[in-house]
T-cell receptor, first 110, second 114 residues
């Protein structure tokens, strides 16, 4: 019974394409996030939503658009994919102290 | 943000206690210290957090110095499954939502040796 689930786990796509990554949490948490881990393994926050409202947007290019249809879901849509977007993207949710992370989506842009 | 400093890597023998240090000399009075770890190819996993007092849970103990400028995460009986990168994080107090801005540095790569 996965707490935070992301789909797909792997995504290989060509430059210029548009793709989406879906995230769902069954923990009843109010806050959800997207993080990006690059090839050097640095893990950086991209977005944070609280009850479907955007709280944090860490100077992410406009090509990245998060969408939260309800507080259990936070999807990430990426337009016009670039080589530099290749990374592992993690979704997470939290209720105050403890954040739960998904297993990650490895995006490879070719 | 209160910046944290951790050694890049450490080794520990299986069955021994692993003690991971973290310096956070610029921490402010209301900021918590969090520890997460990331096992290879997995998402980060919460371990423990604390403010002033020492804390213990089923995974680890957290010892915070009296001046709060440093802390130590203790894994009492390390196993091979504890091999991971360990992150010490002091998230900024942005709002009442809690730790919504976890900033992961480079962490400490802990290797448990059989």
């Amino acid at each position: 019974d996965t707490a935070v689930s992301q789909t797909p786990k792997y995504l290989v796509t060509q430059m210029g394409n548009d793709k989406s990554i879906k995230c769902e949490q069954n923990l009843g948490h109010d806050t959800m996030y997207w993080y990006k881990q690059d090839s050097k393994k640095f893990l950086k926050i991209m977005f944070s939503y609280n009850n479907k409202e955007l709280i944090i947007n860490e100077t992410v290019p406009n090509r990245f658009s998060p969408k939260s249809p309800d507080k259990a879901h936070l999807n990430l849509h990426i337009n016009s994919l670039e080589l530099g977007d290749s990374a592992v993207y993690f979704c997470a949710s939290s209720q105050l102290a403890e954040a739960f992370f998904g297993q990650g989506t490895r995006l490879t842009v070719v | 943000d209160a910046k944290t400093t951790q050694p890049p890597s450490m080794d520990c023998a299986e069955g021994r206690a692993a003690n991971l240090p973290c310096n956070h000399s610029t921490i402010s009075g209301n900021e918590y210290v969090y520890w997460y770890r990331q096992i290879h190819s997995q998402g980060p996993q919460y371990i423990i957090h604390g403010l002033k007092n020492n804390e213990t849970n089923e995974m680890a103990s957290l010892i915070i110095t009296e001046d709060r400028k440093s802390s130590t995460l203790i894994l009492p009986h390390a196993t091979l499954r504890d091999t991971a990168v360990y992150y010490c994080i002091v998230p900024p107090l942005i709002s009442n939502f809690g730790n919504e801005k976890l900033t992961f540095g480079t962490g400490t790569r802990l290797t448990i040796i059989p």
